[in-house]
């Protein structure tokens, strides 16, 4: 027997999706890419940074980039609450690109999400009182 919650990823404890949390599913988000860049595209920050490490062990041996991985995986905890936006500064600064603007930089406001919930059903589900 499978369980109900095995056949779709975001199902709930009922087998039914949490839209409170996880918003509307939709069919597009879970068809395959319709143009061949679209996978690269999705992935480039990933490859950038695999390129940028394997260059780094290369020259400087490699204790530099586990430190830098580190210092990534630290950055990226550092987070406000959950229903408060993040700018993650300090992730940007350690790859170079806070002095870029880019797509995300001027169409990625916080202030036209449409994942805005109540504050405390969102800290108490990332706690996991809920």
């Known amino acids: 027997i499978v369980p109900v ?6 199902a709930g404890p009922y087998g039914v999706q949490d839209s409170l949390r996880r918003g509307f599913s939709s069919v597009k988000n879970e068809l395959l890419p319709s143009h061949p860049l679209e996978l ?10 695999k390129m940028n490490f394997n260059t780094l062990r290369n020259i400087q041996g490699l204790h530099a980039p586990l430190k830098l991985q580190m210092e990534y995986r630290a950055a990226r905890q ?18 170079g690109s806070d002095d ?5 930089d001027i169409l990625n406001d916080p202030v036209q999400s ?12 990332k706690l996991g009182v809920l």
């Open 5 to 10: 919650t095995g056949l779709c990823p975001q």
């Open 114 to 125: 449409e994942m805005m919930g109540d504050p405390h059903i969102m800290t108490e589900y």
């Open 40 to 49: 690269s595209e999705k992935n480039f920050q990933l490859n950038q940074d």
């Open 100 to 104: 870029t603007i880019g797509f995300e």
């Open 78 to 95: 550092i987070q406000r609450l959950p229903f408060l936006p993040s700018s993650n500064l300090a992730l940007d600064t350690l790859r």
